[in-house]
């Protein structure tokens, strides 16, 4: 079993910065493909980055494609996201989710653990 909790999450000012960071327990993280999803109040929950558990593929929403970098840190089991110029539409609770058999997708099921969530709201 996998556990992930998140942090970094907290209330910015449009045009700022966030990183998040997600961190894993067990032994196999360094095999998952990791993502980032996110919650907006009234929304489904949608994609947001994935990384292969090489790090050597990442694909992004089109919604922060050059603003947000996802990556990841296998030794220390962790996976982050960094987010720039961020916008009043980003405010949402991201959760961080890993896939056991290493799939970089952009759909919820594909992914088999999920964290509880660290909320992010970027004032305007």
């Known amino acids: 079993q996998v556990q992930l909790v998140e942090s970094g999450g907290g209330l910015v000012q449009a045009g700022g910065s966030l990183r998040l960071s997600c961190a894993a327990s067990?032994?196999?993280?360094?095999?998952?493909?990791m993502g980032w999803f996110r919650q907006a109040p009234g929304k489904e929950r949608e994609f947001v980055a994935t990384?292969?558990?090489?790090?050597?593929?990442?694909y992004y929403s089109d919604s922060v494609k050059g603003r947000f970098t996802i990556s990841r840190d296998n030794a220390k089991n962790t996976v982050y996201l960094q987010m720039n110029s961020l916008r009043p539409e980003d405010t949402a609770v991201y959760y961080c989710?890993?896939?056991?058999?290493?799939?970089?997708?952009?759909?919820?099921?594909?992914?088999?653990?999920w964290g509880q969530g660290t909320q992010v709201t970027v004032s305007s």
């Open positions: 989710t890993g896939s056991k058999y290493s799939r970089t997708s952009s759909i919820e099921k594909e992914y088999d653990y």
């Open positions: 990384i292969s558990w090489t790090g050597g593929r990442v």
């Open positions: 067990g032994r196999t993280f360094s095999s998952y493909a």
